[in-house]
């Protein structure tokens, strides 16, 4: 499994954008980046993943570096219900693909 | 409702009993996951089905844990003999793979509420 780390904590201003930072240096060419979030007391819940091109959708956008060393995913104008622990997975997308969980990035968005 | 549901949301039982826990994940989807999660940690990886079959255990899927997808659809784990350890929140998940590798870019799993087991 390639490795990412995570800062354990981060807090955003409402309304600001909310940069989250993953390092996954030993991954290899075909691994994607995924970003799940888990909300407390629920299910985690996916909200991108790219490969190697910069991705946004209606949740957030993802940066990834040229050589795909690190990434970071960006909410643009977090809200206080983006208070959550962010999870960054790397992952190779061939045969059997099961998201391994860190400890993630807990994200609290303050007013 | 047409995401994953999982029965009971909360179970507390004593050490030594056996418990059992069901997912029933969106239709469409064929592969189902389980997870355990404790207090403070990311997710577990426990075990996962494409369709009826189970491809992958975990090593924390010690000799009291079964898994199950009899038909393809719904999923039960089962603890036999819990111990406090085994407190935790098992999580289930589907996704739908696409058919051919080739067309497999990666998936996004759908995950239920979980089901809070206390063993006491």
């Known amino acids: 499994d390639a490795k990412t780390t995570q800062p354990p904590s981060m807090d955003c201003a409402e309304g600001r954008a909310a940069n989250l930072p993953c390092n996954h240096s030993t991954i290899s060419g075909n691994e994607y980046v995924y970003w799940y979030r888990q909300i407390h007391s629920q299910g985690p819940q996916y909200i991108i993943h790219g490969l190697k091109n910069n991705e946004t959708n209606e949740m957030a956008s993802l940066i990834i570096t040229e050589d795909r060393k690190s990434s970071t995913l960006i909410l643009p104008h977090a809200t206080l219900r983006d208070t959550a622990v962010y999870y960054c997975i790397v992952r190779v997308d061939v045969g059997s693909y099961i998201p391994t969980f860190g400890r993630g990035t807990s994200l609290i968005v303050h007013p | 409702d047409t995401g994953v549901s999982q029965d009971p949301r909360h179970k507390i039982t004593k050490r030594g009993q056996n418990v059992t826990f069901r997912c029933d994940p969106i239709?469409?989807?064929?592969?189902l996951y389980w997870y355990r999660q404790t207090l403070g940690q990311g997710p577990e990886f426990l075990t996962y089905f494409q369709n009826e079959a189970q491809l992958e255990k975990s090593r924390l899927l010690s000799d009291r844990f079964s898994a199950e997808r009899p038909k393809g659809s719904f999923s039960t784990l089962e603890i036999q003999r819990t111990e406090q350890g085994d407190s935790a929140m098992y999580l289930c998940?589907?996704?739908?793979?696409?058919?051919?590798?080739?067309?497999?870019?990666?998936?996004?799993?759908?995950f239920g509420e979980g089901s809070r087991l206390t063993v006491l």
């Open positions: 239709s469409e989807h064929n592969r």
């Open positions: 998940a589907s996704s739908l793979a696409p058919p051919g590798l080739a067309a497999y870019t990666g998936l996004e799993l759908f």
